[in-house]
């Protein structure tokens, strides 16, 4: 029987059980079919940014929460999977006729793209039999040695060769060092397999980039201030992948009205404010906190006062604020 290959592994089923979610309920918020989240859970299926961010958003967990760590219990179930799919693969013979395929190809001088559309592929289909992850069918054979310009039986004489010859042993090695550690974020060199790895690098890499730390919220009369990624929102475009921003939810009303109900207000912690400018105006040293400090916060007005002072001011009621930090004001977007 013919094996899905793992391209992305993840925590996605244990953190839904841990909310007590189940599959149906998970797959009808994120307007996915049952199959299609069974085998994002299992690791069998691609998804883009826009699924894994509502997916997140969905279970309430990070991004970072969603990708495998080394110490992650289900860790050793990944990497005990693909060693034996490697093991069964190769004591089926699937291995040398991948990598035989695969040196065949190369020869040839055409790509992966080239070699699947003459073999009536699809290059998903076409590279899981080069790296010996998919069966090979009898009605696949010929399509494939004739992609070549060779019948099956030259197809099977020329790999055997190959094999023979030791030309193989290389690719087959290769494959099977990849299985090293598992899928870190920001580790594109790390993985169950570099096919893998960096495909998940890169969807970590993209969907984080299009993401802000909420890091206020309103409490009392101020804004309870976290340097903390726990809760995440998508960025307005202006403000994608740029370093140092981050959201704060506004206490509106002491704001006089300035600024409605339902918005985030998106600051830049490398933007010092200036007199005239909206800030968000923290009453600790932002260089300094971590994700356990919590700080009080206000958003201001920057004033200055007659001895050249600058301060913040609220507008309900008029009260001067003297703090630590100030950072610049750079969007307000309602909810």
């Not at 050793?76 to 991948?98: T, V, Y």
């Not at 004033?303 to 001011?313: C, E, L, N, S, T």
């Amino acid at each position: 029987m013919a094996q899905e290959e793992i391209i992305f592994p993840n925590n996605i089923r244990n953190i839904r059980l841990a909310n007590g979610m189940k599959m149906t309920e998970l797959a009808r918020q994120a307007n996915l079919s049952l199959s299609a989240v069974s085998k994002i859970e299992k690791g069998v299926r691609r998804l883009n940014q826009k699924q894994l961010l509502n997916i997140c958003n969905i279970l309430g967990c990070k991004l970072s929460d969603i990708f495998i760590k080394e110490d992650d219990a289900v860790a050793d179930q990944w990497q005990s999977e693909i060693k034996r799919r490697l093991n069964d693969n190769e004591d089926s013979g699937l291995k040398i006729f991948g990598s035989g395929l695969r040196k065949i190809r190369q020869q040839s001088g055409k790509t992966i793209a080239q070699a699947a559309k003459d073999a009536g592929m699809t290059l998903s289909v076409y590279h899981k039999i080069e790296v010996g992850q998919r069966e090979v069918y009898q009605d696949e054979i010929e399509p494939l040695a004739k992609s070549f310009a060779l019948s099956v039986e030259k197809l099977f004489d020329k790999i055997a060769a190959l094999y023979k010859s030791g030309e193989l042993n290389k690719q087959i090695n290769k494959v099977k060092e990849r299985v090293k550690s598992v899928l870190i974020p920001g580790n594109p060199l790390s993985g169950l397999d570099m096919h893998s790895s960096l495909y998940g690098a890169k969807l970590y890499d993209s969907a984080r980039k299009k993401l802000v730390p909420v890091f206020g919220t309103p409490m009392g009369k101020a804004i309870s201030f976290k340097k903390s990624d726990k809760t995440m929102i998508v960025a307005p475009m202006p403000l994608e992948g740029r370093k140092g921003i981050y959201a704060v939810v506004p206490n509106a009303k002491r704001l006089g009205g300035f600024i409605p109900e339902k918005s985030y207000v998106f600051a830049d912690a490398e933007i010092p404010a200036s007199v005239g400018d909206m800030a968000v105006c923290i009453d600790s040293d932002f260089e300094s906190m971590d994700s356990n400090d919590t700080a009080t916060a206000q958003i201001v007005i920057v004033r200055q006062d007659a001895k050249g002072k600058i301060y913040g001011q609220i507008a309900s009621p008029d009260e001067k604020i003297i703090a630590t930090t100030m950072h610049k004001v750079v969007m307000i977007v309602m909810e």
